[in-house]
């Protein structure tokens, strides 16, 4: 009934739309369908649709409806869609339509179901379609509109820009139709979807060719086939939300020009042709499209029967490819050539080649018809061991390959370290035991691999690998605690000791060295005959270019000799070649006893004193370049060409004598092996106790040096059969070295994927460190790579690098010292392959020119001009030229300039020097610091081979070496700034990077005469032009306050053959000294006036007045008893004070507010110290010095022991100098081994160590100059400390201020002594401790001390206390100190 009342007569629907009162429709869609019967009704579907059946002789009732629906449109505004199903469309008919859709505004929707159009009819749509704006969506379905009604409705949608979607289903528009339409999408922009049903899929390729080509947003579908009998399929889709283009069919041809389509595409992100059938003509053009398209990520050609010529064209697009992540070409037909080729791209063939493609992080290949063969396999593991970049490879189904071939890609993973993902999914040769262990080998040695994908093989049919799984698991994770990246590596003594062999030129050194390599040969197969080494007169005049090493084996100890080069131009390399701290190593100074070989001129004394005392003073001054030094190094002298002279010469006997006096000289900083081998160098039979000599000494170092890592032994034995593999490749690139490692040392292997990768780096470069130590490699942190063979780097690339001869081979000379980086890295190639002809085929295959330019800047060799150019020239100081002979002025010379000059004196110049290689790293190293700077103004810097000139800020600065063997240098300064400005530019600047660079050798300042500066007068007339700054300080103390400004130095005059060079004169103190030298002599004068007045217990009420003078002034150097004996009254002394203050704040009110805090601190902590050096001194008369304390060698670094247990072992007791106010380590100090521990020794020293360590790190803590050089052994005892200084007095800056100056002070006052200061009888068991221990040394004589610690007995002038100070102070404190030998 109800489906009755809902059929309505077509008259009702007339009647209802018309009628405006009517309100009961509400219509979205309305369908009309074409009925064979005779009634046509309308029939209400829902409330807001409605279905309106005519029959074919009542179709006039449609243009009806269709005009009153137009003119009614103001009633029916919900109207949107309209559906025609099975209408045969006249031309009148359609008018109306078109009347329809012009007036309104809401219709989105027009479909055609089964509809017949006539061409007239279809030009009538098209032009409907043309100028409506309205309409989002057009669908025809089984319509037939063909290709003229494809051709039409491509007219009208080119014009149209509001339709968005067009579906044409169940129809045939050929491919004429589909190629209209692609033209109707180059020029619609904004269509979204296109859908096609096709009884053809050639009408797929235009339409998403020109999708492609205009990089359309549009969604397309096209399918073909026969839709009635069920056979359709999808030929093309693409779906622009995740800009993928899938290809299920389509032809050779089509394939082409979607191919030509994507190069320049910019919205496909994703390629899925898999099952496509594809031809080499294809690849070609898809070579086009990797090398052009920038945004294609991922492509799947998997199953497309591409063959080798394809997969080349796929392999050669590779090489230029930048976007694409993902490769998938498994289930094709290409053979062990395609394979080779398609990963040629992604491998490297040399340590120096670039990997041609760094993007592509997935590739997969393989099937039943890829046939991957011995040339594919070789392919696979060179891309496995040398690709750093593929995360997932995969090999699928494959039948070909064997288990052996899998078990070694299996196992070429282990040096991998990019690969996560790894698929042999389906292969048949994974089977078997030795597949499975060789996986669980691969995955303890490589942690990276996350995913192993062994489905449908014969290892997981049989359930074998269900522990591999397991053990994936295990590689994500790690259950050890971090630790020490260092401490729990094992120490044992090493294997190998160094020979240096040092001398001058023709000094036979090489004969020598080949000499003990047969002799030692001959002693250990004595029936060799001894024979003579004979060379005739022409071969002994060769000389040795570079440095030379030779290695020995005895029994498991290694002998390396090596032979530096005697030629001055190689002097500046022995620097870098000089044994670390540590380091097992000894020299033997060879000296001949012939000016040349070939003739018979014997040297005299002197010359060969000048040999020998040249490498005695270069051995210790590089020795003391270590922090601390564990050893005095070890010397041996070798006179050679001794067959030629006789024993009863006179010359002989006066160089016999004259070395007994070098070794008296140089016995406190060298130890000497008592003999002096004279020997024939060309005789085995005259060099064989030498032989023993250097076996027998070799044993002995290496007993007394410290300790390795374990590793270091075992790793040597690694590189040198890796280096025997590798004979070709002097070099090991960092990464090699970090893959060895991961292979061969589980202790240096990443074992899971969340290790602390940085740790195991740090033992990596410990153990590369170490071995640099020892002479096994040369490695440099932060170039890049090890050197393996020494000799060649020695000889062949550091002598290159010294002796590049860039004047003549430049084609653009210039006389500035500046050379391009391109210029000098082909020098640097032709010069090594000229040296090496049968390494240099292969030596650039791991390192390159570009490597040892990178060398020479990280040894400061060179420089670049500016470092913000890439290719900035470089200057290399070897090559500069003297600047003889050139006129020397100041750029500026006005009468306003200030001149000032500092003379840095080596202290120790008899026996140390500033060595060859010195200078020239001084002028890089102050370079690389002045183009640090942040206010440079435009800072210019030039150099000469002994000259160093700087202009920054307005300040001109010339650094100057100077002295024989280089014993000074001068620094002079022409500025019209104030002398203050200059000089701290020169202290702040200059003397910091000298200093940085001189470790061990002491440099006196001195001020030079200003007018010296002035007219840069030639050093050899300044050499009595310059006065000691610490004596003229000390002269300024000693004259009364009131003369202090007026104080004058006198200059003596300059002669040169009788004419006056420089007349006599004189300089105020003022003028040689800055404001901040003259504050401090103030200071310490106005110090020393202030304890005196506080000795003699003044009380006036001007005291007050003095107070306030004490809360201007800065640190408090002084708080020791004041003098005695001193008879003035107190009214000369508060007037001094007067004086003094009054002249402070005339000199610059620049004194900073009262640190009155750290003055209390201080005086306590003096005390305490006082206390410690001073105590019962009238019972032992301090025969052994107090302030002791114990190291231990740790990492090749000295590490402050501060608490002591039974059994501790390997210990070194040191002592401090203990000079007051400046106690500091002594560099030098041999110190006393102490084998163990025992519980005595605890009980003895336990309370003092514990309670001196504390005080020690809280005077470091406030800036005390107490333990000056053991900051670097002080741990961070900061828990200590809050109980040492826990009192009120220990506020903060901003708390003093507030509290003022009396308050701190009555704070202070109250401060109890506390139950943790060092009580005597902890002193004395200590004291008692240390007596005993240095009598069971037999060190108890002042001799004996003075050898092992370099401390002296001396008693102070002003208050007659003992101490035991060191040389330096001895020296330079000699006018406080008397000397009280024991």
Sequence with gaps: MASDQSLKDLQWFLQTIKDPQQKTLNLHNISFFVISGNTSHCHEETETSMN????????????????????????????????????????????????????????????????????????????????????????????????????????????NDSLEELQIWEDSIGSKGAEELSKMIEANSKLKLLTIFDSSPITATPLVSAVLARNREMEVHVWSGDHKRDRSSKAVEFLPEDNTLRIYQIDVSGSCRVAGALGLNTTVRSLDMTGVKLKSRWAKEFRWVLEQNRTLREVKLSKTDLKDKAAVYVAAGLFKNKSLQSLNVDGNRFGGVGVEHLLCPLSRFSALQLQANITLRSIAFGGPKTKIGRDGLTAILKMVTTNETITQLAIHDDEGLRPDDFITIIKSLQKNASLRRFSLQGCKGVRGERVLQAITETLQVNPWIEDLDLSRTLLQISGMADGIYQRLGQNGKTDEPETDSLKDMPLTEPKSCRAFFCGQEYAGKTTLCNSIVQSFSSSKFPYVEQVRTLMNPVEQAVRTAGMKIKTLKDEDTKISMWNLAGQHEFYALHDLMFPGNGSASFFLIISSLFRKPNNKEPKTPAEVEEDLQYWLKFIV??????????????????????????????????????????RDKFQPLVDFYPTVFTVDARSTASVSKLTHHLRKTSKTILERVPRVYQLCNDMTQILSDWRSENHNKPVMRWKDFGELCQVKVPSLRIRSRSDNKEVVETRRRAIATCLHNMGEVI????????????????????????????????????????????????????????????????????????????????????????????????????????????????????????????????????????????????????????????????????????????????????????????????????????????????????????????????????????????????????????????????????????????????????????????????????????????????????????????????????????????????????????????????????????????????????????????????????????????????????????????????????????????????????????????????????????????????????????????????????????????????????????????????????????????????????????????????????????????RDRRCSTGKDIADKFGLYRVRYRDDGYIAWICKRHMVTRAHEVIQVPL
Excluded at 153 to 159: D, G, I, K
Excluded at 621 to 643: D, G
Excluded at 644 to 650: C, E, F, N, R, V
Aim: hydrophobic content about 40%.
């Design 779 to 1334: 490695y440099f942190d932060g170039l890049g790579f090890l050197v393996l063979d020494c000799e060649w780097f020695c000889s062949e690339v550091l002598a290159q690098l010294i002796r590049l001869e860039v004047r003549k081979q430049s084609t653009g000379e210039r006389r500035d010292g500046f050379v391009s980086r391109q210029e000098l890295e082909k020098i640097l190639k032709g010069s090594l392959q000229r040296q090496i002809p049968g390494m240099s085929s292969k030596v650039f295959e791991n390192l390159d020119a570009g490597d040892l330019v990178r060398m020479m800047m990280k040894l400061e060799l060179c420089y670049e001009q500016d470092p913000s150019i890439p290719d900035s020239p470089l200057l290399i100081p070897s090559i500069l030229e003297e600047g003889r002979g050139k006129p020397q002025k100041w750029p500026v010379n006005t009468t306003d300039c200030v001149f000032a000059g500092r003379h840095l004196q080596c202290d120790d110049s008899s026996h140390m020097f500033l060595t060859p290689g010195f200078f020239p790293r001084l002028q890089v190293h102050l370079h690389n610091r002045v183009m640090a700077l942040k206010n440079q103004h435009g800072a210019t810097y030039s150099l000469e081979k002994y000259l160093i000139a700087i202009t920054i800020n307005g300040i001109y600065i010339r650094v100057e070496l100077g002295g024989q063997l280089g014993n000074y240098i001068d620094v002079l300064a022409c500025s019209t700034k104030s002398l203050t400005e200059t000089l701290r530019l020169i202290h702040q600047l200059i003397v910091p990077a000298i200093q940085s660079l001189c470790h061990g050798v002491i440099l006196i300042e001195h001020v030079i005469r200003p007018e010296c500066v002035h007219n840069l007068t030639p050093p050899r007339f300044r050499r009595t032009q310059f006065l000691s700054l610490l004596q003229l300080k000390q002269a300024l103390l000693s004259v009364p306050a009131e003369s202090m400004y007026d104080y004058q130095h006198t200059w003596d005059s300059v002669l040169d053959s009788g004419k006056t060079v420089l007349g006599a004169g004189f300089d105020f103190a003022r003028d040689l000294l800055s404001d901040d030298d003259f504050r401090e002599v103030l200071q310490r004068r106005y110090h020393d006036l202030f304890n005196l007045a506080q000795e003699l217990q003044v009380n006036s009420p001007e005291t007050a007045e003095s107070s306030t003078v004490s809360s201007v002034t800065n640190d408090l150097d002084k708080v020791d008893p004041s003098f005695g004996g001193i008879a003035k009254g107190v009214e000369a002394v508060l007037q001094r004070l007067k004086i003094i203050e009054q002249e402070i704040r005339d000199l610059k009110q620049e004194i900073q507010g009262l640190r009155y805090y750290e003055h209390r601190l201080l005086i306590q902590l003096h005390h305490k110290v006082n206390y410690l050096v001073n105590y019962n001194v009238q019972m032992d008369e301090r025969k052994v010095p107090n302030m002791f304390y114990f190291i231990r060698a740790e990492n090749y670094a000295r590490r402050l022991v501060t608490t002591i247990v039974p059994g501790m072992a390997a210990l070194r007791l040191h002592m401090l100098c203990e000079f007051r106010q400046e106690m500091h380590v002594v560099d030098d100090q041999t110190g006393c081994d102490v084998m163990q521990i025992d519980n005595m020794a605890v009980k003895c020293l336990a309370p003092y160590m514990s309670k001196f360590m504390k005080l020690l790190t809280f005077a470091l803590r406030i800036g005390a100059h107490l333990a000056a050089g053991m900051g670097q052994m002080i741990p961070d005892l900061s828990r200590e400390i809050t109980h040492l200084g826990g009192s009120s007095v220990m506020v903060g800056a901003a708390g003093a201020a507030a509290a003022g100056a009396i308050g701190v002070a009555a704070l202070g006052r109250s401060r109890a002594s506390g139950s943790r200061d060092i009580q005597q009888q902890e002193l004395r068991a200590a004291q008692q401790w240390i007596v005993d221990f240095l």
């Design 621 to 662: 001054s590089n020795s003391r370049r270590a922090v601390q030094q564990c050893m005095k190094p070890n010397v041996t002298i070798v006179l050679t060409h001794f067959e030629k002279i006789g024993q009863q010469s006179q010359s002989f006997q006066a160089t016999v004598d004259l070395i007994q006096r070098l």
């Design 52 to 159: 309106i059946n005519i029959t074919r002789d009542n179709l006039s009732y449609l243009c009806q409806i269709f005009i009153e629906l137009a003119t009614t449109l103001e009633t029916q505004t919900s109207l949107r869609n309209l559906e025609f199903n099975g209408i045969e469309w006249e031309a009148e008919l359609l008018q109306s339509l078109g009347l329809l859709l012009d007036n309104s505004s809401q219709i989105k929707q027009l479909s055609f179901r089964q509809n017949r159009f006539s061409e007239e009819c279809l030009i009538e749509l098209s032009e409907i379609l043309r100028r409506n704006a309205v309409i989002r969506e057009v669908m025809f379905m089984e319509s037939s509109i063909g290709c003229i009604g494809a051709t039409l409705l491509a007219s009208a949608l080119e014009v």
